[in-house]
């Protein structure tokens, strides 16, 4: 099968933004979430750490989801990347109600659906950038013989090609996190989360990670950015205000910063 049509499935797996029913168009969203809560519990103390959230996120959306330290944003990601669960409300990902998943179910979404960045970027050390970004297909259902297409595309869409053999502990941290895109990217996700992705660069670095997410944006990628930073979450379309666990406020970012070739993220 070739990379195209198989792309082409994936993407139908997903519902489309737009459904006919009835000759109306409906406006389908990849994420709902309804009075969405979370709390953790450890040796009796409960911590409330989401309040009841409610928030649409459709295909091709660029959303930042931004607020001070301890406002509940890493919270939020890891239950919209599968890795926990809500505490208590709905939370429906492609017209399924995640409440119903199993966990084998859960997992396979994770890995087929989902591309996380992380600021720590959590790359194997010592391993070259090539296994590095083959990992996820290791857990995923694409076919065996494209594997290696797929790891030359992603770090081709990086332009770390000539690193391809590098360890990754041999790489700068612009470097680093690139590879760790060519991860996210490797399984041909509907989603990329990325948990301040430029927090431990310098703005030049910072400014080609944008870079690369806005263009994969570009290309009707969705990307969920999370940030405390105004000015890194002004290059989204949309921010969503956190704060003491609730949404503060949610909009369209009005003057959005695009980054070109070679420009730093300003600060
Ligand atoms: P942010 O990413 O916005 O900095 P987090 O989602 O990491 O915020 O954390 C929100 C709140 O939840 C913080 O007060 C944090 O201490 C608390 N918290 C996060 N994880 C846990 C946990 N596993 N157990 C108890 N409290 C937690
Ligand atoms: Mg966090």
Redesign the pocket.
Known sequence: MSTIIYYEICLDRITNEELSVNNKIINMALIQVKNLKKQ?E?EEII?K?LHGLDFEISKGEFVAIM????????????ILGFLDKPSSGEFMFANKNIQDLTDDEMAETRNFDIGFIFQSFNLLPRTSVYDNVKLPLLYSKLPAVEHDKYVRDAVEAVGLTHRISNLSNQLSGGEKQRVAIARALVNNPSIIFA?EPTGNLDSKTGGQIMKILQDLNEMEKTIIL?T?EKYTAEHAKRIIY?KD?NIHSDSKVTNRLIIHEGEELAK
């Open positions: 953790y450890n911590t750490v607020g001070p330290s301890g406002s509940g944003k890493s919270t939020l990601m890891h948990d999370v405390h956190m666990g």
